[in-house]
């Protein structure tokens, strides 16, 4: 058992040094370094959302890949399980619907939803994009 509690106490430390690294990057506007530390988080933890949704912005706002953005925004939506009250789906399905040309790389009718949210557009300031989502943690 101690050998599982240092493992998780390593890979809990590892995943905060990649948040800081993600958070220096932003803040300095160094998007590359901030989608390669996400990159490093998501081989670390693969089902966090935070990071996918991150870089679905970084890959929509900042390198213009579209492809890219719609591929990471359905992720959190699948790995969120489809719920519209977890705030990162929510964001993900509204960012999906507002992706120039999602609507014809989305053949699986992933982040189709009704404009509920009132027409709001992301956030422009990409340190701001996980305000409200739920995590004490945050980019």
């Known amino acids: 058992m101690v050998g599982r509690e240092d493992q998780a106490a390593r890979h809990s430390a590892l995943v905060a040094a990649f948040r800081t690294q993600i958070l220096r990057a932003l803040g300095e506007g160094r998007w590359r370094f901030a989608d390669c530390f996400c ?74 939803t009704s404009t509920a949210c009132g027409g709001c557009r992301p956030k422009t300031k990409i340190l701001e994009i996980t305000r409200g989502c739920g995590s004490n943690q945050r980019f």
């Open 39 to 112: 990159d490093k988080l998501l081989a670390e933890d693969p089902r966090n959302l935070e990071a996918w949704l991150l870089k679905g912005y970084l890959a929509w706002r900042q390198f213009q890949d579209t492809q890219g953005a719609v591929t990471c925004f359905r992720r959190v939506v699948i790995l969120g399980g489809f719920e519209s009250s977890n705030a990162y789906v929510a964001r993900a399905r509204s960012s999906l619907a507002q992706t120039p040309g999602a609507a014809e790389l989305n053949s699986s009718g992933i982040g189709q």
